[in-house]
């Protein structure tokens, strides 16, 4: 069974900052890997999406890596804003199944 | 992009009593769409696949009697909760998947649900 563990569950840093967001996963036969955002209360925005053949996505100061060999991907976002505050969802998807798997996620504040 | 929408976005119900969610894909045709429910604080626990036209495939432990999925177009699938208890309050979100490059899967904004 597909398990996705989310590292750290939660995590404040200071404006400006560059972070690492870190996602593994058990099974490592995939479609896809996709890193959402989701802000209280509200649905999930589709950030960026690694194709199982791709080993990395980029879009503005977002770059996600895959590793689907040793199941990991990371989440690098580059000079951090407090607008970027939010959850931060990692979710595999199941090959040939089409389901999505989530992670915990992790909590992010920046703080201004 | 890809949009979905939800109606209603709030709702609260009486025990006892079922309420609709709707799940719509607004510019794309939806093959597939899934209902996702999620408690404070945790992650989304998918619920259901919906396929157009056919009958939904429920995940393990999730009652189908309780939870009637109907997929009757592509643009639209709807989830009603039958005889709602206060356990049943709870974020729903759908996502709809196309035909496009990559088939992403784009989200729904939610409906909270509160059952009293």
């Known amino acids: 069974k597909q398990e996705v563990t989310q590292i750290p569950a939660a995590l404040s840093v200071p404006e400006g900052e560059n972070l690492v967001l870190n996602c593994s996963f058990t099974?490592?036969?995939?479609?896809?890997l996709q890193w959402f955002r989701q802000d209280p209360g509200k649905g999930l925005t589709s950030l960026l999406l690694?194709?199982?053949?791709?080993r990395e996505q980029t879009s503005g100061r977002l770059n996600a890596s895959l590793d689907k060999s040793s199941g990991r991907s990371t989440l690098y976002i580059a000079a951090s804003q407090p607008g970027d505050s939010a959850t931060y969802l990692c979710?595999?998807?199941?090959?040939?199944?089409?389901?999505?798997?989530f992670g915990s996620g992790t909590r992010l504040l920046v703080r201004p | 992009g890809a949009v979905v929408s939800q109606h209603p976005s709030r709702v609260i119900c009486k025990s006892g009593t079922s309420v609709k969610i709707e799940c719509r894909s607004l510019d794309f045709q939806a093959t597939t769409m899934f209902w996702y429910r999620q408690f404070p604080k945790q992650s989304l626990m998918l619920m259901a696949t919906s396929n157009e036209g056919s009958k939904a495939t429920y995940e393990q432990g999730v009652e189908k009697d309780k939870f009637l999925i109907n997929h009757a177009s592509l643009t639209l699938s709807t989830l009603t909760v039958t005889s709602a208890h206060p356990e049943d309050s709870s974020f729903y979100i759908c996502?709809?998947?196309?035909?496009?490059?990559?088939?992403?899967?784009?989200f729904g904004p939610g409906t909270r649900l509160t059952v009293t």
């Open positions: 979710a595999v998807e199941e090959d040939s199944s089409y389901k999505l798997i």
């Open positions: 099974d490592s036969a995939i479609y896809n």
């Open positions: 996502s709809a998947r196309g035909e496009r490059e990559y088939y992403e899967q784009y």
């Open positions: 690694i194709q199982s053949s791709q």
